[in-house]
């Protein structure tokens, strides 16, 4: 299980930089002359201060693989972390969650970027093994630190951890001031840290993420992020409906048999995540929900359908076939999401500017888009990379001058047009479209000037 996660990962570190990587290593370049200026320092909610930490400690460098070494080793570590926690119901659910966490394919893509999302898995992952084992609350401590400097979606670990402590820190019979005891022995210290945090770098945070996603593709995109996205929607349908029943079935039976567990995952994977999310936007004014913010659900939800098709397979007879059916529908829809994501990448912008370079006729070139923000923070990566000599213009199609224009847009899907006629009369025929799958990445269509019709 181990070759397949890492063969699954392995080639997503090659793709190319994307803009909410630019950003962040363009910010700690700009930005950053000391580490605590990690903190310390006005700053995006794109600033995860532990990928941040390793980045300035990279440095400024053209190999930016370098740079998604932590979310890969993270990733994988994750996979390890959650295998061996679930050991506790069997070896076949153990097994079972190795292999769907494996191919999942959020899992894929986050253990493959520059980005807080792989890490935070490990270190919730590192924390809930050492609360369950009721020893070292220094290293626990640790683990809540690394797993907030990762990402803040993190603290839905942790509630399910605060919430569980009275019934997993404490033993059988114990009683209510022992658990409240032990509670504080264990939470004292990450509660202080993160008072401390939120002072000197929560404060200073601004939400600069993508636009929020309508609730309807909201729910889409997890329900593919969490049981795989086939390409008929009947099979991608009965895999949602057969995985929610097969996950509640699990709850129901981890309710009976680890009430205490039953309810630090009650807290942490279904009631934190809302709760959180709308504790953001009162204090943002804006409620921005994405699929990658539940990832901890994700995860958990994976274990609980794991021990739920090990249950279906030791109970025998038709209930077998009910666990392979599960099985193939979840496994064969996040392969299918891994290959379009591996194929398709993150999008085409070195590959674009190269090609630009390759047209062009010699000399300065001039490039116009109408999306200024995110084209200039790429345009500043990737054009001292290749060396080239650039004026960027902001003007949209219907204004543009330069000799080239990037039309971008942020769905990789649909029909771009073969040409645009400009206002000025210029006519710009397409050259290159550089595509990309999955959430992370930016379409770039590339169009040259025409002289005459």
Not at 195 to 220: C, D, H, K, M, Q
Not at 396 to 416: F, Q, S
Request: hydrophobic residues 50%; aromatic residues 14%; glycine residues 8%.
């Amino acid at each position: 299980m181990g070759l397949l996660a890492c063969g699954l990962r392995w080639p997503g570190l090659f793709h190319e930089f994307w803009f909410d990587e630019v950003y962040s290593a363009l910010w700690v370049q700009a930005e950053v002359i000391h580490p605590a200026d990690i903190l310390t320092s006005p700053s995006s909610d794109n600033n995860h201060p532990l990928v941040s930490l390793w980045m300035y400690l990279a440095g400024a460098t053209s190999r930016w693989e370098l740079y998604r070494l932590p979310s890969f080793a993270g990733g994988l570590a994750a996979v390890a972390l959650a295998t061996w926690f679930v050991r506790r119901f069997d070896r076949l659910t153990s097994l079972l969650a190795a292999l769907l966490l494996a191919v999942s394919y959020p899992l894929v893509v986050y253990s493959t970027e520059a980005r807080g999302y792989a890490l935070m898995l490990c270190f919730g992952l590192l924390a809930a093994e050492l609360l369950y084992r009721r020893r070292h609350p220094a290293a626990f401590c640790a683990a809540f630190v690394l797993g907030t400097l990762s990402h803040l979606t993190f603290l839905h670990f942790y509630a399910a951890l605060l919430v569980g402590t009275p019934f997993l820190a404490c033993r059988e019979g114990a009683s209510v001031a022992q658990r409240v005891k032990e509670s504080l022995r264990w939470h004292l210290g990450p509660m202080a840290f993160f008072s401390f945090y939120g002072l000197v770098f929560l404060s200073r945070r601004n939400v600069l993420g993508a636009p929020p996603t309508p609730w309807s593709e909201f729910l889409a995109d997890f329900l593919e992020a969490l049981f795989g996205g086939w390409q008929w929607r009947a099979v991608n349908q009965l895999s949602w409906i057969a995985g929610i029943v097969a996950i509640l079935w699990a709850l129901d039976r981890v309710r009976r048999h680890h009430l205490g567990l039953f309810t630090a995952l009650i807290a942490g994977a279904f009631l934190a995540p809302p709760a959180l999310t709308l504790a953001g936007a009162w204090m943002k004014s804006v409620l921005l929900v994405h699929s990658r913010y539940l990832l901890p659900t994700i995860l958990v939800s994976l274990l609980l359908l794991a021990y739920a098709i090990a249950s279906m397979w030791k109970r025998g007879g038709y209930w077998r076939l009910a666990a392979v059916v599960q099985l193939t529908l979840v496994v064969g829809g996040h392969l299918q999401q891994d290959i379009r994501f591996l194929v398709g990448g993150r999008g085409g912008y070195k590959a674009a500017l190269e090609g630009m370079a390759s047209g062009a006729d010699g000399g300065r070139k001039t490039l116009s888009a109408a999306s200024v923000f995110r084209v200039s923070a790429l345009l500043s990566y990737y054009v001292p990379l290749l060396g080239m000599e650039m004026d960027f213009r902001p003007e949209t199609p219907a204004g543009a001058t330069a000799d080239w224009h990037i039309l971008e847009t942020l769905r990789p899907e649909g029909r771009v047009p073969e040409r645009f006629v400009a206002d000025s009369g210029a006519v710009y025929k397409l050259y290159s479209d550089h595509s990309y799958y999955g959430p992370s990445g930016q379409r770039w269509t590339l169009y040259r000037r025409q002289e005459g019709p």
